[in-house]
């Protein structure tokens, strides 16, 4: 899966011929400010934070700007800011258009009906997660003609555009199935789709392009704007290690046990943050490496959950007491263990004489964990 940075998917918008507002990418504040002094971001103006995460108007990675001074302050803040978990590393700077209207139009792979849907909504500039399932046209396309007419149509319904905005939908629904098709994209989402004056305008771009079809896009293998900075790092020192949006940091090994980690941790209402799975290692220099690396993503609490197979359950344990030692004071956690299998009478005595709650039963200890991330984020 290669996410793309907004900036990155407008460049593919405007290439497919997309309207969009004029725009440029700053990497710092003085770029960001001669940008605007030289004209070619005309002021006011919007800038934006180009992290992956969503929910940036609501976090203050969106701000706007009336002259250079204000340009300056607002890249300035925003580049300071780590945006769940992301440091700020470029802007996009872009005029500022007088919306009328927003709206959500995407099209995306739905795994399950193993069809590409167009899904649009006239409640656009939120998250299509928080807007009622009655107020979203969910459309499956068939992937070999594409859109069809009717299908547009009842695009254009849904949103309420008719006239020369149903036509400028028409043409736009268009141009975005050409590039889901021949970008080999999962998502090509518009959110929000502007109305403004007598046209449509993306003022978003996210675009997700299917991993397994890089072999036809080398242009993309290289962009890896979707990892974060502590999973580069995991990727350098061949850790599995994965960053989520919740806030309990999950330790286990095998990828089997480590997604139904997640799933169960989900079930009992917690939300699983960075994840990693230490596979068949139990190399103390590895599981302290993999240890440390969790503690810099912060997570609220972190949840063992070891099988010992191969790997025996008191020598991670040790691996574990050991790491912990190294923690620096501010990136401590509450720890919960649930560790089976080979050696587990020894490795449980390790990890409750180290202070660490070490469970055997699996709803209890994820209960426990849930608990003890609770109130915090
Ligand atoms: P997201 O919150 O991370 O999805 O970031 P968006 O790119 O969707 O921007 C968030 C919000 O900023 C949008 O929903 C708009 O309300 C606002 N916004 C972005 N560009 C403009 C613009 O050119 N003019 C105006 N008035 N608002 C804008
Ligand atoms: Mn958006």
Known sequence: MVKLAEWRGKEIFRAYGIPLP???????????????????????????????????????????AQTPA???????????????GEQVKELLLEEKLAIERELYVSLALDRSLRLPVLIVSPKGGV????????????LPIHPFPGLSGYEKRAAARAL???????????????????????????????????VVGPGLVALDAKVI?????????????????????LEEIARE???????????????????????ATLDVLQQFGGRPGVFLDLGGTDDPRKVTEAFLLMARARPAAVFLNIFGGVTRCDTVA??????????????????????????EDEGIAILREAGVTSLRDLKESVQAVVSAAGGRT
């Open 22 to 64: 004029k725009g440029q990418v700053a990497r710092s504040a003085g770029e960001a400010r001669a940008l605007v002094e030289r004209g070619e971001v005309p002021l006011p103006c919007v800038i934006k934070a180009q992290v992956l995460a969503g929910g940036r108007g609501k976090g203050g990675a969106v701000r706007f």
């Open 70 to 84: 204000e340009v300056a302050e607002a890249a300035t803040a925003i580049l300071a800011l780590e945006f769940k």
């Open 127 to 138: 998250e299509i997660e928080s807007v009622e399932e009655t107020e979203i046209l969910r």
């Open 160 to 194: 309420g555009l008719s006239g020369a905005l149903g036509r400028a939908l028409d043409a736009l629904l268009d141009r975005l199935w050409e590039i889901f098709a021949r970008e080999d994209a999962e998502l090509v989402e518009v959110n929000p789709l502007a």
């Open 209 to 229: 392009i299917e991993d397994d079809a890089s072999f036809r896009h080398p242009q993309y293998a290289e962009i890896r704007d979707d990892r974060t900075e």
């Open 237 to 259: 020192k061949e850790i599995a290690f994965v960053q989520l949006d919740g806030n309990i940091g999950v330790i286990a090994n095998g990828a089997g046990l480590t997604m």
């Open 318 to 343: 040790k691996g574990l007491v050991e790491a912990m030692k190294q923690v620096p004071d501010r990136e401590r956690f509450p720890l919960v263990a649930r560790i089976r299998g080979n050696n």
